[in-house]
């Protein structure tokens, strides 16, 4: 069956009642929207305070392929196989957005026996909080250009205008726009554009803020331009506006509670991409998951090279928060489309691709035991068709590397296909008390900061940028030096190339744009070719995806 057609025969319970049967939350501490999804409050969310916290573990990925590894699906399947064993565990996972969905990936449940349920609601529209988060920024880039029309008191350069309006789909028609044309009823005549939602600083601030207040000061300090004097930022708070967005953001804030096939209760919270955003979900979840829960699994965007190390060095470093353990989600499939397989011949047994391919799980798996200072599980994503000869392969490399691999089979039989790969993870983790190292010290500067990410994690020889980029660069290290590096580049590759596959090395890492996020509390570096409002492939997602007469969704994967 697809996923969706496993998902729509799952035996759901209500939410209300297994939160209070798991965890003893009381149905007045939750927001119920139908029956299978609620929003827990921030009030219950503050009385968990002195509570002690559980132990947290991070599932990543080697870098992404058109042949999938299952990141999501790990999670789940790690976190009911744990809740087999007997140990209070919690997921925490990111919402998903429907440019994907309707794109090129579908949905972001999870998948086959180890999903999180109502599928279909997860992925389309949710509880409103992509909705709210666009609304939120577009309700700025309104202010910002009623101001001007209005006289523009503040002297707003609508040269200097940083911030574009937001949609959740992928519309590459909309990157670069013309706004206030028709005369001067409709304003003034000004270059503009769009993003995603889920590249919105609006998202990112959300999934960082600790609660209302640190919300509405991060939305207040957002730098929405400049003044005509070419130096001095102006700010959404001399707009006025932190106090509407925040309003619009009152249910967005709290965090939504759901279940895995297994009635196993799951947050889903944010959700930011990894390859132009900080790709976590909000410390909010992760927070109140680790003071409900002994073990929190949470999984961060794309491969280890970008979620993982935003996971470490944004969220961790602003959080406070401390690892245990990573889980590195690895497929046979994928490795042999490192090692140069064309994807429709990724079914086909091929040891030697294995080996090639071997080398960016190794880079991955170095990166996180020797640059992120934390112990790493190898997970093998069993897919049907792989071999016995190519598991015992990959598993005789990851020995010789001195890495635990694990054969897990969570998609086909849920939990009970990752109880090796969950006691492999508890062992670990009780027996360890967390400790870790960020990638670079705060205290480098920003140029220095981009550089270590680069030579150490993607093996790039330098960096390069223009006169421009490095100037501001410099200008800023004054007010925002300390502020961590949020990259933006393509996924698919260590290199700003996706077509590199494997481990590419000696590449060089060119800086094309770099963003200010105040309000985040990050400074965006772009790299290479990626684009922050994506585009539809040739044949979408989308085309495949229908309703019946009786409301039941298919396509949707």
Request: proline share 4%; charged share 20%.
């Amino acid at each position: 069956m697809s996923d969706i057609e496993i998902a729509q025969q799952a035996i759901m319970r209500p939410i209300i009642g297994l939160a209070k049967e798991q965890y003893g939350i009381s149905a007045e501490h939750l927001d119920p929207i139908g029956h299978y999804k609620a929003k827990i409050s921030l009030e219950y969310i503050n009385s968990l305070s002195d509570q002690q916290d559980g132990k947290l573990i991070l599932v990543t990925a080697i870098s992404p392929t058109p042949a999938g590894e299952g990141k999501t699906t790990t999670t789940v399947g790690l976190g009911d196989a744990m809740n087999r064993l007997g140990k209070k565990t919690m997921m925490c996972l990111r919402e998903p957005s429907l440019g994907p969905c309707f794109g090129v990936k579908g949905g972001a449940a999870g998948g086959g026996y180890s999903q999180v349920v109502p599928m279909e609601d997860i992925n389309l529209h949710f509880t409103g909080d992509f909705h709210a988060i666009g609304v939120a920024h577009n309700l700025l880039s309104a202010l910002i250009d009623n101001h001007i029309n209005h006289g523009n008191a503040l002297d707003i350069d609508p040269r200097r205008i940083q911030w574009k309006r937001v949609v959740d789909m992928n519309d590459r028609a909309l990157r670069s726009i013309v706004v206030g044309m028709g005369g001067p009823a409709n304003g003034y005549l000004r270059e503009d554009g769009y993003d995603i939602v889920v590249a919105s600083e609006v998202m990112a601030i959300l999934c960082l803020a600790t609660g209302r207040a640190d919300l509405k000061d991060r939305l207040g300090r957002i730098v929405i331009g400049y003044k005509t004097d070419n130096k001095t930022p102006v700010y959404a708070r001399d707009l006025n506006a932190q106090g509407a967005m925040a309003a619009l953001l009152k249910d967005a804030i709290k965090p939504n509670l759901v279940q895995t096939l297994e009635n196993n209760i799951a947050i889903i919270h944010g959700g930011p991409f990894a390859n132009i955003a900080h790709g976590c979900n909000t410390v909010t979840a992760t927070k109140t998951a680790l003071k409900l829960a002994d073990y929190v699994v949470t999984e961060a965007g794309f491969g280890a090279d970008l979620g993982a190390e935003k996971f470490i060095d944004i969220k961790c470093r602003m959080a406070g928060l401390k690892p245990s353990a990573v889980v590195l989600v690895a497929t046979i499939r994928a490795l042999k489309f490192h090692g140069g397989i064309a994807k429709e011949d990724l079914n086909t047994e091929n040891l030697a691709a294995v080996e090639q391919g071997f080398v960016n799980l190794e880079r991955h798996y170095h990166n996180i035991t020797q640059h992120y200072g934390l112990p790493c599980i190898v997970c093998i994503n069993h897919f049907t068709l792989d071999s016995d000869a190519e598991i015992a392969m990959l598993q005789q490399k990851c020995a010789d590397l001195g890495a635990n691999c694990i054969v897990s089979k969570h998609w086909a039989t849920g939990g009970a296909g990752a109880e090796a790969l969950a006691e492999a993870v508890i062992n670990v983790v009780d027996h360890r008390e967390p400790q870790f190292t960020y990638v670079y010290d705060e205290n480098l500067s920003l140029w220095e900061k981009i550089e270590t990410i680069a030579t150490k994690l993607y093996g790039a020889k330098k960096i390069t940028a223009s006169a421009k980029v490095k100037a501001q660069l410099a200008t800023w290290n004054t007010d925002y030096g300390k502020f961590p590096i949020c990259i933006a580049k393509t996924q698919m590759s260590f290199s700003t190339n996706p077509n590199a596959k494997g481990a590419p090395s000696g590449h060089t890492l060119e800086i094309r744009e770099v963003k200010l996020a105040n309000g985040a509390g990050f400074i965006v570096a772009i790299a290479g070719d990626i684009m922050t409002m994506p585009g539809l492939p040739k044949i979408p997602a989308a085309e495949r995806i229908d309703i019946d007469n009786d409301g039941k969704i298919t396509g949707l994967f």
